[in-house]
């Protein structure tokens, strides 16, 4: 974790932020905007980040939510014609 830190820091430096990063920061940004966005499964997510438990993940991973609309039309698409909601 040493080698992630030295980079986190000089990132911080080329970029001139006024905020400090942190390597929690860095793993969140890995998991949300990097992997979950771009639609790789939680599963495999946490599998990459060595987490032997997918809770750990869910700790760093958070669901967006144009995200769940993206998964939910998604959704929506492959089920339309296999399924009919009524009304009440």
Same mark, same amino acid.
């Given at each position: 974790?040493? $080698?992630?830190?030295?980079?986190t820091?000089? %990132? &911080?430096? /080329?970029?001139?932020?006024?905020?400090?990063?942190?390597f929690?920061?860095?793993?969140?940004?890995?998991?949300?905007? $990097?992997?979950?966005?771009?639609?790789?499964? %939680? &599963?495999? /997510?946490?599998?990459?980040?060595?987490?032997?438990?997918?809770?750990?993940?869910?700790?760093?991973?958070?669901?967006?939510?144009?995200?769940?609309?993206?998964?939910?039309?998604?959704l929506?698409?492959?089920?339309?014609?296999?399924?009919?909601?009524?009304?009440?």
């Amino acid at each position: 974790m040493n $080698v992630v830190c030295r980079y986190t820091k000089e %990132i &911080e430096k /080329l970029c001139k932020l006024d905020k400090k990063l942190t390597f929690h920061m860095s793993w969140h940004s890995f998991a949300t905007s $990097v992997c979950l966005s771009q639609g790789i499964p %939680i &599963e495999t /997510l946490s599998q990459m980040m060595g987490h032997q438990n997918i809770r750990t993940t869910q700790i760093y991973a958070e669901i967006i939510g144009a995200k769940i609309e993206e998964d939910m039309q998604l959704l929506s698409k492959k089920i339309k014609d296999d399924y009919i909601l009524t009304g009440s």
